[in-house]
């Protein structure tokens, strides 16, 4: 089925560590997006990418790293976790780098970091 | 910073009652989505609006967009119990840039 898969589905880690948040998407979607979704903030943008190679920062980049070698993949590193990346991250794709295509999302990565 | 904010903060209502949410923004736009996330759930895009329309209908949501006030609203008619989720709207910037702005929502709670 066409859609888009985040992994893993729930983390627990410790400050310092590395960690790699993992999303890929079936439907050859140009744009990949990652968000981070805190109580009382929405969603805010962390990265996107709109095309293979090619990324930029969102809203709240500092602390994160991306990359994007094939279309389908594009996973998020928090190199060195930190209590405030505490949060629900969402990966989502769309056909368009405008605000008139629907940006389709995973169901989150709820990443604890004590 | 957000571009558009949602209002109310929370809102519930009984099964059958009609629920209406209103997302406000600040700078002029192209388009705005309204998007509903069940609990612990991805967001789902619901209707898109462009800033030449003022209303649009997609089976029980209306949407209505009014660029003079700069806001919009989401009206659900004939609410169920599986309509409790939380709704965003989400902007892009009138300028053309590429980023989409979500509000921090409205929780929509419908007590069957």
């Known amino acids: 089925d066409a859609g888009i898969t985040q992994s893993p589905r729930y983390k627990i880690t410790e400050t310092g560590r590395q960690v790699t948040l993992m999303c890929h998407q079936t439907?050859?979607?140009?744009?990949m997006f990652w968000y981070r979704q805190d109580l009382g903030h929405g969603l805010r943008l962390i990265y996107y990418s709109a095309a293979a190679d090619i990324t930029d920062k969102g809203e709240v980049p500092d602390g994160y790293v991306v990359s994007r070698s094939k279309t389908e993949n594009f996973p998020l590193t928090l190199e060195s976790a930190t209590r405030s990346q505490t949060s629900v991250y969402f990966c989502a794709s769309s056909d368009s780098r405008l605000g008139n295509q629907p940006q389709h999302f995973g169901d989150g990565t709820r990443l604890s970091i004590l | 910073s957000q571009q558009g904010e949602e209002d109310p903060q929370a809102l519930s209502i009984q099964e059958g009652e009609n629920a209406t949410m209103n997302c406000s923004y600040k700078t002029s736009i192209n388009n705005l989505q309204w998007y509903r996330q069940n609990s612990g759930r991805g967001l789902v895009h619901l209707i898109l609006?462009?800033?030449?329309?003022r209303e649009k209908h997609s089976g029980r949501l209306r949407v209505t967009l009014d660029t003079s006030k700069k806001s919009s609203s989401l009206l659900i008619t004939a609410s169920r119990a599986a309509d409790t989720a939380s709704y965003f709207c989400?902007?892009?910037?009138?300028?053309?840039?590429?980023?989409?702005?979500f509000g921090a929502g409205t929780r929509l709670f419908v007590k069957a």
């Open positions: 989400a902007t892009d910037e009138g300028t053309g840039g590429f980023k989409t702005i």
């Open positions: 439907w050859s979607h140009s744009y």
């Open positions: 609006i462009r800033s030449n329309e």
